[in-house]
């Protein structure tokens, strides 16, 4: 039995996204499995193969001295982002991990922020980097910030 990410990802945001609260419940569902990224209270708006965008509301608990959106929030964003598009593109019997993360700040991150990625989909579950990039913007449209992510994808390991 396969514990691929990818096939599970795509079966449970089909079910979640048409659903009253769906959206809602799926990303209280991404946040208890992945317990830090579940600290910012982030939500799952889109969810394909290729394409993800998920939603950070600025609040107290991701604020930094500056009154806006701390950088560490805003790296963990990035990581969900990318990491959600990415699992959620990878064929069966496939697995990835991050294995390296670089952000720019560009402008203080305050309000609604939208963090968005795009990813080619891989075809084989052959062991490979892949550098995925997301981008951060404000209700304004600007960018606050981008992402350059390496993830480490390959076939699942027997256990």
């Given at each position: ?6 096939p ?6 089909r079910?979640?996204?048409g659903l009253?609260?769906g ?24 969810l394909?193969p290729?394409?993800?965008?998920v939603t ?8 930094n ?7 560490i ?5 990035a990581?969900?982002?990318t ?5 959620n ?27 968005k ?12 980097e892949?550098?995925i ?24 390991k027997d256990n």
């Amino acid at each position: 039995m396969s514990s691929s990410i990818g096939p599970n990802l795509r079966k449970y945001w089909r079910i979640c996204a048409g659903l009253p609260f769906g959206q809602w419940f799926f990303s209280k569902a991404v946040g208890f499995m992945a317990p830090y990224s579940g600290t910012i209270s982030a939500s799952v708006i889109q969810l394909e193969p290729g394409c993800g965008v998920v939603t950070l509301q600025e609040h107290r608990r991701v604020r930094n001295h500056l009154k806006s959106t701390h950088a560490i929030a805003l790296l963990n964003l990035a990581e969900l982002v990318t990491g959600l598009t990415l699992m959620n593109s990878l064929p069966d019997n496939t697995r990835g991990i991050l294995t390296g993360i670089q952000m720019q700040y560009l402008k203080k991150a305050r309000g609604l922020l939208t963090a968005k990625c795009l990813c080619e989909i891989p075809v084989t579950n052959e062991k490979k980097e892949m550098l995925i990039q997301g981008e951060i913007t404000n209700e304004e449209g600007d960018v606050v910030a981008t992402a350059s992510a390496s993830w480490l994808i390959g076939p699942e390991k027997d256990n």
